[in-house]
Structure formats: C-alpha cells, structure tokens
C-alpha cells in the first residue's frame, strides 16, 4: 500500500516542475543571468511584478475586441509633455478602438461615399482614446485610416465645425500644436461669466487644460492692453512668442466682437 503522504511528494516534486514554466521566471533567469541581478533578487522580484502588470495592461487576457474594433497605444492624458521630453519617455495607454460601426456600414452599403464618413468615424476613436484615458493624435488618425495628415487634420476640423465641439486629441488637451480655436471658446466662456468646470464640461476638455489658458490670459491680458511688442511680452511672461501671438490674435478677435456688438 503506497503511503499517501510520500505520493504527494513525488507528485508535487514531478508536476512542480511544470509550475516553474512560467513568463516570470523566464524574465528573472534574464535578469540573474545577463544584468548581474543574482544579489538583487528581491529588487528582481519587483521589477517582474511591474513588468507584468505592464505586460498585462497592453494585452489583457480577459479584453474581449470585438469585430471591427482594433488595440492601439496613446497617450495617458494625465501625462502631459516637457522640454525635450520623448514619445519614448512618455506613459503610453492601451485602448480598444471601434475602427467602423454596424450602422458606418449599413450606411456604406445604401450609398454613401467612404469619404464622407470620415469625419464622424475619426471623431468616433478620439472620443473612444480619451474615455479610456488616452490620447490620439493627428498621426495616429492618420495611420489607422491610412490618410494623409492633412487630410486627418481637415476630418477632424469638419467634424468640430459641424458639431460645435472640439475633440480631445493630443493638440487640444495637452496643448500642443494650433489650439487656438480652443484657446477661444474657453476665454469667451470665461469672459462670460462660466467657471472652470462649466467651461470644460461645455467643451469636453481638462480642467487643467481650461485653467492654463484662464491664467495665461490673466498674465498677458494688461500688456496686450498697453499694445506692448510681441517679443517684450514673451520676455515678462515666459511665454513663447507662437503662444504670444495667438493670445495676441484673440485678444483682437475679442475686442472686435465687444465693438460689433455694442
């Protein structure tokens, strides 16, 4: 009669083994073997669990991606750009993107042109990153609907046109590249008397980002009225001169409206 005890034993020792194949410790062998981890087991430890969190987030097993949805990486919206700071250094996000819709077909199939459905799918996955919490780009539209940049930055501004709106991609929540029309609506609401959460609950877009512009229009706002010289106000305030001018710019769009209407 075999002793239950020793077969759990022998069991354990031989199927055990098969326990030990796992990623984690392919990844620790790694670290042992070729980056002189063999006294930092511990730190080891560590960096496997982050390295599998990590791994777990950019392919989760469980994700379920339904037809005619796609993986892609953006941008965390919580981590915005710096001075000389790369895409390499910046937190990426894994989000799942709905690439066309049942009813994007069905309209396809009755008649309507590709083209003319740009706009609302490129406003679609913008939408879709952001609620995530990711960012797109014009390049990652770009890519995904394998158009021209030009053509990804004109879709998106018939789309905002239309609907009154601006869509949250990294020009407009981080303040990169030509947000001046955004610039524009957050200070005319703000001019008008909305706080910061009306305005970026109006406009769909970050707090952080609408006080940003509140603050540096407060900052320029006394040397635009004394019509002080572009680059003088870039000095007293640190701005940059791109940025200079397009407060510049609104400032006169402001004050024209204010005489138009008086």
């Known amino acids: 009669m075999k002793d239950p005890a020793l077969e759990r034993t022998y069991t354990k020792l031989v199927f055990g083994r098969l326990q030990q194949k796992t990623l984690e410790n392919m990844l620790k062998q790694e670290l042992?073997?070729?980056?002189?981890?063999?006294?930092?087991?511990?730190?080891?430890?560590?960096l496997i669990e982050r390295f599998m969190k990590i791994i777990r987030e950019y392919a989760p097993e469980?994700?379920?991606?339904?037809?005619y949805?796609?993986?892609w990486l953006g941008i965390d919206k919580d981590d915005y750009p710096g001075m000389g700071k790369t895409i390499a250094q910046t937190k990426l996000k894994p989000v799942t993107?709905?690439?066309?819709?049942?009813?994007?077909?069905?309209?396809?199939?009755?008649?309507?042109?590709?083209?003319?459905?740009?706009?609302?799918?490129?406003?679609?996955?913008?939408?879709?990153?952001?609620?995530?919490?990711?960012?797109?780009?014009?390049?990652?539209?770009?890519v995904l609907f394998n158009i021209s940049l030009t053509t990804a930055h004109k879709m998106k501004r018939q789309w905002e046109?239309?609907?009154?709106?601006?869509?949250?991609?990294?020009?407009?929540?981080?303040?990169?590249?030509?947000?001046?029309?955004?610039?524009?609506q957050v200070i005319?609401?703000?001019?008008?008397?909305?706080?910061t959460q009306e305005i970026a609950r109006k406009l769909d877009?970050?707090?952080?980002?609408?006080?940003?512009y509140i603050r540096d229009f407060?900052?320029?706002?006394?040397?635009?009225?004394?019509?002080?010289?572009?680059?003088?106000?870039?000095?007293f305030t640190g701005m940059g001169v791109r940025l200079v001018k397009e407060y510049k710019k609104l400032w006169k769009d402001l004050s024209k409206n204010n005489n138009n209407n008086s």
């Open 32 to 46: 042992i073997m070729n980056f002189g981890y063999d006294h930092k087991l511990a730190i080891a430890d560590a």
């Open 62 to 67: 469980q994700q379920r991606v339904e037809a």
């Open 69 to 71: 949805q796609i993986r």
């Open 97 to 142: 993107l709905t690439f066309i819709t049942h009813e994007e077909i069905e309209k396809l199939a009755n008649g309507i042109k590709p083209r003319e459905l740009l706009p609302e799918r490129i406003a679609q996955v913008y939408q879709e990153a952001y609620q995530q919490g990711a960012l797109l780009s014009n390049t990652d539209v770009a």
């Open 161 to 184: 046109i239309q609907n009154q709106k601006v869509l949250p991609n990294r020009g407009s929540i981080h303040d990169l590249g030509l947000t001046y029309t955004h610039k524009k």
């Open 188 to 195: 005319q609401l703000y001019l008008q008397g909305h706080f």
């Open 205 to 212: 877009h970050d707090p952080k980002c609408v006080d940003t």
């Open 218 to 235: 407060e900052r320029i706002k006394p040397l635009l009225e004394k019509n002080m010289p572009t680059e003088k106000i870039a000095f």
